[in-house]
T-cell receptor, first 112, second 113 residues
């Protein structure tokens, strides 16, 4: 069974602190996506990682992909309250049926 | 540029009823996928359509069906609604069927009472 697991599921952190969210997946894939979701809203694309070793940064967020370890990380630097949201990783599965398998999500709360 | 648009944004239905959700993809995109997101969980794949043909189906009962029209818009139909069908239904469009980024609409919040 294909699985995408994120940890932690919940994260409460102080403003100004750093933290990393982990995304492990159980199948071969070279493409991984990170999304942000605010309560009641849709998915906002954050990063598209298309190859082993890919690293992308936007503001206080940086994402990386290690396809050999089947692991992606989302690193938060000097967190601010506006980063409070749920973060999902999704793995691109293209074996007959093309679909995304989403992780369990990490609910992040940044405390002022 | 218009993104992926879905209608309606919110919907309340009674158990046993039928519902139709609609999605218009980004202009030029030929693939539409549907996902169900139950509160507190990640989205689950329901269907993918490309060039008006079903390319994939997730682990959902036959009460769920979909189609894609010549203009690449799509409908998701759910028959005999159950309380457990209450969820956010997300439509995603992409340029091709495979190996390309999908862009999500704002979703339709379905509540079954």
């Amino acid at each position: 069974e294909l699985k995408v697991e994120q940890n932690p599921l919940f994260l409460s952190m102080q403003e100004g602190k750093n933290y990393t969210i982990y995304c492990n997946y159980s199948t071969t894939s070279d493409r991984l996506y990170w999304y942000r979701q605010d309560p009641g809203k849709s998915l906002e694309s954050l990063f598209v990682l298309l190859s082993n070793g890919a690293v992308k940064q936007e503001g206080r967020l940086m994402a990386s992909l290690d396809t050999k370890a089947r692991l992606s990380t989302l690193h938060i630097t000097a967190a601010v309250h506006d980063l409070s949201a749920t973060y999902f990783c999704a793995v691109d599965i293209a074996s007959g049926t093309y679909k995304y398998i989403f992780g369990t999500g990490t609910r992040l709360k940044v405390l002022a | 540029d218009a993104g992926v648009t879905q209608s309606p944004t919110h919907l309340i239905k009674t158990r046993g009823q039928h519902v139709t959700l609609r999605c218009s993809p980004i202009s030029g995109h030929k693939s539409v996928s549907w996902y169900q997101q139950v509160l507190g969980q990640g989205p689950q794949f329901i269907f993918q359509y490309y060039e008006k043909e079903e390319r994939g189906r997730g682990n959902f009962p036959d009460r769920f069906s979909a189609r894609q029209f010549p203009n690449y818009s799509s409908e998701l139909n759910v028959n005999a609604l159950l309380l457990g069908d209450s969820a956010l239904y997300l439509c995603a469009s992409s340029f091709t069927a495979m190996n390309t980024e999908a862009f999500f609409g704002q979703g339709t919040r379905l509540t079954v009472v």
